[in-house]
């Protein structure tokens, strides 16, 4: 329907240049004079100019966008470039080039960036660049390039789109943190260990299938030979340092700062030579097998890019479906900006299981505890859960109070 309406307008205004052209003809043959035929005269070159730029093949010019780099991280700035091509030197007296970006990244006002107006002329090749600052997280595609152009009356418009898809991803932005893995001691409670995360080395249990991560010297050898595939020796842990980390995807304000702390917490847990899984439930249920290496952090930070708080359920009835995280052995810690009493019941059952469970309460930066927020943390210590209140901004207060213990 819009394409019939589109094309009616054109046939319309076409009639119109033709109508103004008679018009303007008829006059000066009736009216005589030099004021009438200067008028036809002077309007003349502007109406041949229409007709011709009716039949120019503006569907010929070629777009080529290139980008500056096609990996970010939140709030950095992307340099786009855009060459145009015609194939032939047909005189534009305007061109209007608009890059479509994506929705989510014209919310933040950056739209106007991607389209400029341009006066060809007689040019062939044309280019042009713009810079988008402060990158939203998530995975962005620009489909196409918009072009316009026109007549000096605006009687006759042309409008193309040309088909060249780019895409990016913009992963969480993170800081700089220093993992310390939690060791429980039912008598004195969580304490941090200092020690690099080891394993047994000594006493084989087994083998398995190589990870990313494992050491070459835990290669076996025969295994391999006779399966035809890498395998590992596995060893006995002198104790799981592993952990499984849940976001809680609630719709919250807090969204992003959730994210970059979990972005931030995970990549410090592998950084320590730990291993770690994840679990998500937005509209999809992620889950992550827990895993080390620079593989499992790719994997993660890219599932971070594209996550969005759009749960249906509460974070605590996310807890309760998990049955199977009170099977495994390692610390669970947990992601949310809001604290709730069902959701400490249910971290408690993980807890009883003599497992480690931390809760990181996501605060904005000038936010303050609430009176229930305290309350609720000191009912979740006497049940062996750990409650840290990290603000946006200071995530480096995740680990500072274990210290301090």
């Keep these: 329907m819009k394409q019939s309406l589109k094309v009616l307008k054109g046939v319309w205004k076409l009639v119109v240049l033709f109508f103004l052209i008679i018009l303007t003809f008829s006059y000066a043959m009736f009216q005589g004079g030099f004021v009438s035929w200067f008028l036809f005269y002077s309007f003349l070159p502007f109406a041949l100019y229409g007709l011709f730029l009716v039949f120019y093949p503006f569907q010929r010019i070629e777009a080529v966008r290139s980008l500056s780099k096609h990996e970010f991280n939140a709030g950095e700035q992307l340099k786009v470039s855009i060459e145009l091509e015609r194939s032939n030197q047909f005189p534009l007296f305007f061109l209007v080039v608009e890059d479509c970006i994506d929705e989510k990244i014209n919310q933040f006002g950056m739209v106007n960036k991607s389209k400029t107006l341009m006066f060809p002329g007689f040019q062939k090749r044309l280019s042009y660049e713009y810079v988008l600052e402060s990158l939203p997280r998530g995975e962005h595609i620009i489909p196409a390039i918009r072009l316009k152009t026109g007549d000096p009356l605006g009687l006759i418009e042309k409008e193309i789109v040309v088909k060249t898809e780019a895409r990016f991803v913009v992963y969480p932005s993170y800081e700089e943190l220093i993992y310390k893995p939690f060791e429980n001691h039912y ?101 992550f097998p827990i895993r080390g290496g620079e593989t499992q952090q790719q994997q993660l930070f890219y599932h971070l890019a594209k996550v969005r708080d759009e749960s249906a359920v509460s974070f605590d009835r996310v807890l309760e479906t998990e049955k199977f995280l009170a099977q495994q052995n390692f610390n669970l810690m947990l992601v949310t900006g809001e604290l709730t009493k069902a959701l400490i019941e249910k971290a408690g059952y993980f807890s009883s299981r003599k497992g480690i469970v931390t809760i990181f309460l996501i605060k904005g930066k000038n936010d303050s505890s609430t009176e229930l927020e305290l309350a609720l943390k000191s009912e979740s210590t006497a049940r062996g859960i750990r409650v840290v209140m990290i603000h946006d901004g200071n995530f480096s207060e995740a680990f500072s109070e274990v210290r301090k213990a």
């Design 187 to 287: 008598d004195q409670g969580m304490t941090a260990s200092r020690e690099r995360v080891q394993r047994d080395t000594s006493m084989a249990i087994g083998i398995r299938e190589y990870q990313p991560g494992d050491r070459f010297s835990w290669i076996n050898w025969k295994a391999t030979a006779k399966r035809n595939d890498i395998m590992t020796k596995e060893f006995e842990q002198r104790q799981s340092h592993d952990v499984y980390i849940m976001m809680d995807c609630s719709p919250h304000r807090s969204f992003e700062a959730i994210v970059s702390f979990s972005a931030s917490i995970m990549r410090a847990i592998l950084r320590k030579g730990a291993q770690v899984g994840f679990l998500t439930s937005s509209a999809d249920r992620a889950a």
